[in-house]
């Protein structure tokens, strides 16, 4: 019974539902929830095999700019600070500011610079496959 409530309580808090108790409310903004990357693409299928999650995060100083690069998994974060601008081959353009959540093209070249003048720090969660790997380098 355990294992019904923890999963019915993930279910009501994933769905945006707020919870009291004790006078102490949790609240739940969903940051992003899509079937396309920023770009407008639609999302691949997940690929077949045995699934990894890889979290990272980024530091970009002032003026950093990341090299031209793809995502064969599907990947989202979060920028926690400062600025970025992301750049696709096809020069579709994307700016990002602390706080706001970022659904990244999969399978489309692209790269991201810092054009601010503090640090821009992002977390992102990638959704791949053991022995696959989440970033290539052009």
């Known amino acids: 019974m355990k294992k019904l409530v923890s999963g019915i309580c993930l279910v009501l808090l994933l769905s945006g539902n707020v919870f009291a108790g ?12 899509t079937t396309a990357s ?10 077949k095999g045995a699934p990894e999650v890889t979290i990272l995060r980024i530091k970009i100083p002032p003026g950093g700019q990341l090299p031209l ?12 600070s ?5 750049v696709t081959e096809g020069n ?12 990244e093209v999969v399978n489309t070249w692209h790269s ?12 992102v969660f990638y959704a791949g496959v ?4 989440i970033t290539v380098r052009k």
Do not use: M
Not at 69 to 80: E, F, K, R, S
Not at 112 to 123: D, H, T
């Open 112 to 123: 991201g610079k810092n054009e601010g003048l503090e640090p821009a720090e992002i977390v």
């Open 69 to 80: 690069h793809t995502h064969p998994v599907i990947n989202a974060g979060i920028l926690l």
């Open 92 to 103: 579709k353009t994307l700016h990002l500011k602390a706080g706001e959540a970022i659904v």
């Open 38 to 47: 920023w770009d407008g693409s639609r999302l691949p299928d997940y690929p």
């Open 22 to 33: 004790n006078d102490k409310a949790v609240q739940v903004e969903a940051l992003a929830r």
């Open 130 to 133: 053991v022995d696959t790997p």
């Open 82 to 86: 400062g600025a970025l601008t992301v």
